[in-house]
């Protein structure tokens, strides 16, 4: 599912003429996560939930073996890459095309996150690895109460082993 294109305003003194090179180009796509381990989720849902009891679906495997999932249900929001894979110090992929991407930094006096729409395909599964990609969506200028602020919209794409899209989510960065 494709989410909104994002307008663009070239004229804040933000914009950067790396950023309107980059606008629309993917990243190659990064390494692989680790494969989602079991204890990962039960983790992951233990956390989420607390100081409740999680779901059974995320951590009793005797409960969930003879339903529909077959095993373990891996929360959609789960993030593989909270944990590098083995011998890895990071997962982010292209890190030097990253800085043609950003809005001037001589320039930015304060940056906030301005939100994240997500939408999400097949669901992660236990053992699957997932990669992941990442562009320069565009950007929309917006006039403040002090300044003019820049909305910077960046896409990011995961898929799974099976090159099936697991989740789609356009991520908002406020500067001004």
Request: net charge negative; charged share 35%; glycine share 8%.
């Given at each position: 599912m494709k989410?909104?294109?994002?307008?663009?305003?070239?004229?804040?003194?933000?914009?950067?003429?790396?950023?309107?090179?980059?606008?629309?180009?993917?990243?190659?796509?990064?390494?692989?996560?680790?494969?989602?381990?079991?204890?990962?989720?039960?983790?992951?849902a233990i956390a989420v939930y607390w100081p409740e009891l999680p779901p059974r679906r995320f951590w009793d495997e005797t409960a969930v073996s003879s339903s529909s999932a077959g095993g373990l249900v891996v929360p959609e929001e789960f993030n593989p890459f909270a944990w590098p894979a083995p011998g890895e110090a990071s997962t982010a992929s292209s890190p030097s095309r990253g800085r043609d991407r950003r809005p001037d930094p001589q320039q930015v006096r304060q940056r906030v996150n301005g939100g994240c729409r997500t939408v999400y395909g097949v669901r992660m599964r236990v053992g699957d690895r997932i990669r992941r990609r990442v562009r320069l969506l565009g950007w929309t200028s917006v006039n403040g109460t002090r300044d003019r602020m820049l909305f910077v919209d960046y896409e990011h794409e995961w898929q799974n082993h099976d090159h099936e899209l697991v989740r789609t989510a356009v991520h908002t960065l406020i500067h001004w």
């Open positions: 989410l909104p294109e994002t307008a663009r305003t070239d004229d804040h003194p933000l914009v950067t003429d790396g950023m309107r090179r980059m606008r629309g180009v993917w990243d190659d796509w990064g390494n692989w996560s680790a494969p989602i381990r079991d204890s990962d989720v039960r983790r992951w």
